[in-house]
């Protein structure tokens, strides 16, 4: 849900911080949403439908290929036309349409710098970035300059660019170096521009090692020099602007927290693929309260519906903002917008893949249809998401996804002893185990979508929506494990009871109509009987 510190009409002068808040030029509180314009100036090969372990997979290796398939002169054109048209003045509107206050642009420190010997900087890769920033000044959305690939990369993945997965950012002087100059460069030409809400300054530093993959955690204390060093380069031309400081291990650990590095900075994690409950925040609550410094989940999503409808509104009550991964990709239902794959794209990934090489005029056909398709007007626009997002009626939540706070007795009740429901889901009392698959639509998987929620008599649970009108509705789906009797109020008023007949399968119940308000709490209670209650649809009827 949206809070009035999400509201676009907050979007006015420099952010900074106050213990544990961000305000903006005029001392109001704003809690940041938006998303990551991910595939831009950094390409990622999974956003052009490539599997894990192909060649297409960073951006270097994409430029390869299409270079190999289509020759240097159509490649030359491609990633001019790529770069013009991914992100459009007319992406940035639709952001804001969407209601969201800001976005975050990762960049590959090669759109800005030349891998050559000394400082031969890429002016074309800065006015790319100054033709997004004026648009979002246009309409009103805060803009994070992220470096997604620092040179060397930072990381040690195919997600920073590297060579050859070795985070040689700190390994290797003249990366060290250049990562500094290019800090110094955006906060030298960029001080004066209050639209942008602060510098991201490392996505994602040294990855967790798995397999046989190479430990760098011995690097953890050259990450935190670093950010010292980044940050005295940034501060010598830019006092104003907030920083975004990210640990290491994706950006979910928070032990390079060992100090406030700047007054002026926002703690930033990442989360994917986590239970959507309190559980997966309290490490970094506890590192804001320990700093007196503000949260920012800056990078998530990739999942199915009903997880972001818990996530993000959970974040907003805690105070803390997010930004979701990511604006645009091809044949996404988790993407705002939706890339069409163009007829013949399996035979680009076959030849990634080892197999049989497309001819030079077929591969450049292909790619040329993939540049219109890339083109705000002709990508599939997915409003569900920001339903979802949001909580605007069209989306559903899960019978264990039910409101944190006030907390127990109040929004709440029942066995449930803590916040975090899964430890109980064994046995009797709320969030029980239904052993069932439900089908997810994405792959992060935390078995929390195969819950249900038990009531009994006497027990009931509350869910919030937002911006609800007149003949928007509210249904259930639940088994009943014992003839049952439910009432549904809305802030207190009555919306209808409900009777159901025991059953081994799952019932939907007929809808209720929703009385019209800005936020409506939803109680569910059962007068008698016992149902498990696996989720609530939140309809509006489209005209």
Not at 109 to 114: D, G, K, Q
Not at 306 to 314: D, G, I, R, S, V
Not at 433 to 458: A, H, I, P
Request: with cysteine.
């Amino acid at each position: 849900m949206l809070t009035q510190a999400m509201d676009r009409n907050r979007v006015k002068g420099f952010l900074h911080t106050e213990g544990c808040r961000v305000l903006n030029g005029e001392g109001e509180e704003v809690i940041l949403n938006g998303w990551g314009f991910g595939n831009w100036l950094l390409c990622e090969g999974y956003m052009w439908m490539c599997g894990e372990g192909n060649r297409f997979e960073r951006p270097r290796r994409i430029e390869e290929v299409v270079r190999e398939l289509t020759g240097s002169d159509f490649a030359e054109r491609f990633w001019k036309e790529f770069r013009e048209n991914y992100i459009t003045r007319e992406d940035v509107r639709h952001l804001a349409e969407l209601g969201y206050n800001s976005v975050r642009i990762p960049f590959t420190s090669r759109v800005l710098l030349e891998e050559e010997p000394g400082l031969l900087w890429r002016e074309e890769g800065f006015q790319l970035l100054d033709r997004c920033i004026d648009w979002c000044e246009e309409f009103g959305i805060y803009v994070f300059l992220d470096m997604h690939g620092a040179p060397g990369g930072q990381t040690g993945a195919n997600i920073d660019d590297s060579i050859d997965d070795v985070p040689r950012l700190f390994l290797d002087a003249d990366s060290w170096n250049k990562a500094l100059e290019i800090w110094g460069k955006l906060a030298d030409r960029y001080a004066d521009r209050w639209i942008v809400g602060g510098y991201d300054l490392l996505n994602e530093p040294i990855r967790p090692a798995s397999g046989n993959m190479v430990n760098y955690d011995g690097l953890v204390p050259r990450l935190i020099q670093f950010y010292e060093e980044a940050i005295d380069r940034i501060r010598r031309h830019d006092k104003r602007h907030m920083l975004s400081i990210e640990g290491h291990h994706w950006s979910t650990d928070p032990a390079v927290f060992c100090k406030k590095f700047d007054d002026n900075m926002v703690i930033h994690f990442h989360r994917y693929g986590c239970l959507p409950d309190l559980s997966c925040y309290r490490v970094f609550l506890e590192t804001s309260q320990r700093l007196d410094q503000p949260l920012w989940l800056g990078e998530t999503g990739e999942n199915c519906m009903e997880w972001f409808t818990a996530m993000y509104p959970l974040a907003a009550s805690l105070g803390f903002g997010y930004n979701l991964w990511t604006w645009k990709r091809m044949e996404s239902d988790c993407s705002p917008l939706s890339v069409k794959r163009p007829e013949g794209w399996e035979e680009i990934i076959g030849y990634t893949a080892g197999g049989p090489r497309p001819s030079y005029q077929r591969a450049q056909q292909i790619f040329t249809e993939y540049l219109q398709n890339i083109r705000f007007e002709d990508c599939r626009k997915n409003r569900y998401i920001t339903d979802a997002v949001c909580r605007r009626p069209g989306f559903a939540i899960l019978g264990v996804d039910f409101d944190q706070f006030p907390g127990k007795g109040i929004s709440f009740s029942g066995l449930r002893q803590e916040d975090n429901w899964m430890q109980y889901r064994m046995g009797t009392g709320m969030g029980i185990l239904r052993g069932r698959e439900k089908g997810k639509k994405r792959g992060f998987d935390s078995g929390w979508d195969s819950n249900t929620l038990e009531l009994r008599t006497g027990e009931f649970a509350v869910y919030t929506a937002a911006e609800l009108q007149a003949g928007d509705q509210v249904s259930l789906e639940l088994v009943c494990r014992e003839e049952a009797e439910l009432s549904l109020t809305q802030d207190g008023s009555p919306l209808g009871t409900l009777s159901v007949q025991p059953g081994e399968t799952l019932q939907k119940t007929a809808p209720l109509f929703l009385n019209e308000a800005e936020k409506g709490a939803v109680k569910v209670l059962v007068q008698k009987g016992r149902v498990e209650l696996d989720r609530l649809t939140f309809l509006r009827e489209m005209c």
